[in-house]
């Protein structure tokens, strides 16, 4: 069984929902992130999304493409974000990761040789933000193939796709909350409320929500509407708050706490 | 078969189709929907008609320079004079097309994004003329190169973003006016410059540009009661070519020769020859060609003239290439220069830099054809934008 449909199972009995970190994976560097994995692990996050640093993230807002323009600057690529999810199974670490990448650097690695390298590295399914369901045919076909999720998004804009897009998802769906790119937001469109429902009435997958995510009060709103919150700028600024702190050896520890702070109170 | 490209996914090929966040889908099914029915609608046809002829200036003339050819020796050299329209380029066809859509639709702000200035201008340009709000994205470091183009869209009533991500250049723009976009689908129109992104901009920005190449088959079979034997024109991501090509892919014995920015040479670090170096991917929206590190990062361009400062090419290129309809060759940032000056003196035109790549590929390939070939050159907008630039360059030293 996928480790996805386990955790959403175990999840569903004990009538939780999960919480779902974020982050650039080299942000600062590999070191640091493997050792703020072991943080969000440690904190209660249910799954992490491992996010591939990209020159041209065009659905991240400036803090996510801060954190990719800090990773690509030790030239930190997709093999090496795959590697660190078994690099944190040697830790003991036993939560599902998915791979979030933009399409590009999955193609250019190759389709058949991405999904075998997610399935050696224990990585249990893959968010691609440029790849509507027009287009990902092949990846979708691959994914099953290799027991594989592909986790497809939905916004507040799809309307009459939503339909189509629920009904061939598998793990779970990503429902976009609002317009725009990832980032904090310090309010919602009210509208978000029945757009989750709709979503959740269409779909046999849990739902869970994202974008803009940046608080507990607003984990709690949401979570009480659907399967699981996600949760990324937030963190991310987090950790490039922490970087002073991350960069000297003498204080890292320190910078570390903070951020598994932070998300042990997200996760209440 | 040209004709019903691309298919309906958009699809020239494998290349083409829609590689953009979900939030955004549907605004493009609306954008192709729209299209589709407004195109067909004669009154649409006749108000862009219209504005092309009585505002812009059209039809630009299809001009013999004989002091070129005569210096050159060789084959016939024709200008297709798209300088001589309203703002300088070829890039208000586009922008007229798609602005009167965005009426169409209701739509009453519109964004773009620019690399030389020319579409930023092109855009403020018709949105003043239209009563449309204007916002333009624009990389930081072309804000500098090209100060005078910033001044004029804030002359025109439009506001200039300069961008600060990434390289703080076109391609960085083009990230900043889609991330704009995303956030503000339900009632700004994005207008497009180039033959690039998702579907259906590709084919939309050709067609709006086809303009080009109609009037220019027109032309010359008045002027020389034939087709001619090259057509050649610069490419960054490609409206100007595109558009002058498209109604000469069925007339096989015309060869069609896009000009790619070599920067300071392809066997440097430093240029934009997506053709000639890049691979297949997928980049802003569409699979075709771009330049890129083996783990699918983007590499930054470089050339001497921001409009073809870009690292990826439209799909209709990528595939006229790999049936071998059209071929690609490199133009150095000094070829183009020198190119720029050649023109200058011997026809009085000063060509921008970017159609002075096209100008440079004419003049090494027409000393080595017949006097009774003929060539065309799109003459894409002209050189005025970039005086400054040159002087620098040059030290001031027009020689």
Known sequence: MNRIDEVFASL?????????????????????????????????????????PYSDPLADGPVIQRASERALAHQVRITDVIRIARLARERDIELPFILFSYYNPVLQLGLERFMKLLVEHDISGMIIPDLPCE???????????????????????????????????????????????????????????????????????????????????????????CDGVIVGSAIVRKIEEALPLLRNPETKQQGLLQIRQFVAQLKG | MTRIMPDQYGRFGKFGGRYVPETLMNALNELEEAYLHYSREESFQEEVRYLLRQYSGRPTSLYHAERLTKHLGGAKIYLKREDLNHTGAHKINNAIGQAVLAKRMGKKKVIAETGAGQHGVATATVAALLGLECKVFMGEEDTRRQALNVFRMKLLGAEVIPVTSGTRTLKDACNETLRYWVSHVHDTYY?????????????????????????????????????????????????????????????????????????????????????????????????????????????????????????????????????????????????????????????????????????????????????????VVNLSGRGDKDVAQIMDLLGGDAR
């Open chain 2, 191 to 375: 207008i497009l410059g180039s033959a690039t992104g998702p579907h259906p901009y590709p084919m939309m920005v050709r067609d709006f540009q086809r303009i080009i190449g109609d009037e220019t088959k027109q032309q010359i079979l008045e002027q020389e009661g034939r087709l001619p034997d090259v057509v050649i024109a610069c490419v960054g991501g490609g409206s100007n070519a595109a558009g002058m090509f498209y109604p000469f892919i069925e007339d096989e014995e015309v060869e069609l020769i896009g000009v790619e920015a070599a920067g300071k040479g392809i066997d440097t670090h430093e240029h934009a020859a997506t053709m000639t170096k890049g691979t297949e991917g997928v980049f802003q929206g569409s699979y075709s060609y771009l330049l890129q590190d083996e783990y699918g990062q983007v590499l930054p361009a470089h050339s001497i003239s921001a409009g073809l400062d870009y690292p990826g090419i439209g799909p209709e290129h990528a595939y006229l290439k790999s049936i071998g309809r059209a071929k690609y060759v490199p133009a150095t940032d000094q070829e183009a220069l020198d190119a720029l000056q050649l023109l200058s003196r011997t026809e009085g035109i000063i060509p921008a830099l970017e159609s002075a790549h096209a100008i440079a590929y004419a003049a090494k390939l027409a000393p080595t054809l017949p006097g009774d070939r003929i060539i």
């Open chain 1, 12 to 52: 569903k009995e004990r009538g939780e929902t999960a919480l779902i970190p974020f982050i650039t994976v080299g942000d600062p560097d590999l070191e640091t992130s493997l050792e703020i994995i072991q943080q969000l692990s440690d904190a209660g996050a249910d799954m992490i999304e491992l996010g591939v």
């Open chain 1, 135 to 225: 287009e990902d045919g092949e990846v979708k076909r691959l994914a099953e193939e290799h027991g594989l999720h592909l986790i497809p998004l939905v916004a507040p804009t799809s309307e009459q796709r939503v339909q189509k897009i629920v009904s061939r998802a598998s793990g779970f769906v990503y429902c976009v909350s609002s317009l725009g790119v990832t980032g904090e937001r310090s309010q919602f469109a009210e509208s978000v409320d029945s757009f989750i429902g709709t979503v959740r009435e269409a779909s046999r997958v849990p739902v869970c929500v994202g974008f803009g995510i940046s608080n507990r009060a607003q984990v709690e709103k949401f979570a009480a509407l």
